[in-house]
Structure formats: C-alpha cells, structure tokens
C-alpha cells in the first residue's frame, strides 16, 4: 500500500488506495480506452513525466490490474493490458466520466484546453466507414494555437488504425479543418454543433464528399450525448 494511506479496511478506501493516486485513474482511462503501448499512454497523457507513468504502470501491475506483455511479432516491444480486475474498472471510469460531463460547469471544463490531447481523442474514434476506400489525409488548422500546437494531420487508410501525425507527412490533403481549440472542443464534448459554428469559427476547405460526411465520420466524445445538469 502506498505511505501515508487511509489505514481503513473498508473496500472503498482499500480501492481508493489503488486507483486513486494522481494520474491513476487516467492511466486506468487510457488503458479502458483502448491504449496498450507506453507511447500511446503517454500522448494521451501529454502532460504525465514518462517516470511517473512507469510508477502508475508498475503500481498497477503490482496490484493485479494490469499485465505487462511481449507485443506478438515485435522482439523487445511490451504490451500493458487490463486483468479481469482491471477490466471490472471500465464501468467505473465511464461513470466518472458521465458525472463530470453532466457536473463539471462548461466554464471549468474549458480552462483546461489540450490541443494534443483533443486531436489524440479525435483520432481514435474516427469513423472509417463513410470515407472513400483509399488513403484520405485530413488536417486540422488550429489557428489560435502557437505553431507546435497549430497542426495536425490525420491518416485514414483501409484496413489500418488511424494514424496522428505532428509533422507534415508529405501526402497531399484531401479536407482542410481550420478552427479555433476552444471551438474544436465544444464540438467535441457536445456543447456546440458543428452547425452552430456556421459564422466561420469552423471553416472546411478540399474534398466535397468528406466535408459533406463529416458529421459521420467525426465521432464525438463518448459523453458528448449525456445531458449536462450545469451550464
């Protein structure tokens, strides 16, 4: 148990000792979400040290959450995948989820933008199928963010995971996305639509077809459809 726990034998404060440290729960939220490599932990935690998710990792695995692999066919490469405990988790980290989104006041949830974080999200739950069956090359504009933050292109190819690329990957782009991170971000969550953002805070630029779907293929947040209870 880490220093300075609750000394409770009740199971709330037994658990909490686990799964509520700082980070953990995140670390618990990507591992849920579908993130199995350190890397891909990592860029959906840009702000976590490495060290620090090395700790959470180990702790975790410690406690029988999570098991460390070898990647098949990748000498060298280890896996974390959730154990049946951890798996028994998964309903607990969306219902923290759904109380945040319909608790949490917009005006909260919006000082803490992340570009990284928001394209990392965007990126694993885009919907392949109303795309055109070949590589499609779409970059988001965020232009009120400092060039680092500014650009990122997302790779759609059949029978592929959707790639996130920082640094211009040399491909010709079929759609254009220019906005603003907090524009992007509403939309995201479900605060606003992509209809609301019609006066040219969301300005669409290349391939007709996949401007016309883009309500199909940008999949919002999981909890953008749960009603909010504060404003």
């Given amino acids: 148990m880490p220093e ?35 890397n891909e932990l990592r860029r959906g935690m840009p702000s976590m040290s490495p060290a620090l998710l090395s700790k959470r990792l180990k702790e975790l695995e410690a406690a029988g959450i999570v098991m460390r692999i070898s990647a098949e066919r990748e000498p060298g490469i280890h896996e974390y995948h959730l154990t049946e405990a951890g798996k028994e988790l998964r309903p607990i980290i969306e219902a923290i989820g759904v109380w945040g989104h319909r608790w949490v006041t917009t005006e909260a949830t919006l000082k803490n933008l992340d570009a990284n974080l928001l394209m990392w ?15 499609n090359i779409i970059q988001f504009i965020l232009n009120d963010r400092p060039v680092s933050e500014r650009n990122y292109w997302l790779i759609v ?22 906005t603003d991170l907090q524009s992007m971000t509403e939309i995201w969550l479900g605060y606003k639509t992509i209809d609301q953002m019609s006066d040219g805070r969301l300005v669409l630029t290349g391939s007709s077809r996949l401007a016309a779907d883009l309500r199909s293929w940008l999949k919002l947040s999981a909890f953008a459809n749960f009603e909010k209870k504060v404003a």
């Fill in 4 to 38: 300075g726990g609750y000394n409770q034998f009740c199971p709330v404060s037994m658990a909490a000792e686990i799964i509520c440290s700082r980070w953990t729960l995140l670390v618990l939220r990507e591992l849920v979400l579908g993130s199995t490599r350190f």
């Fill in 121 to 135: 999200d965007i990126r694993r739950n885009i919907n392949t199928d109303p795309m055109p069956p070949r590589r």
């Fill in 157 to 178: 190819e059949p029978g592929k995971e959707v790639d996130l690329c920082l640094v211009d990957p040399g491909f010709d782009v079929d759609l254009y996305v220019s």
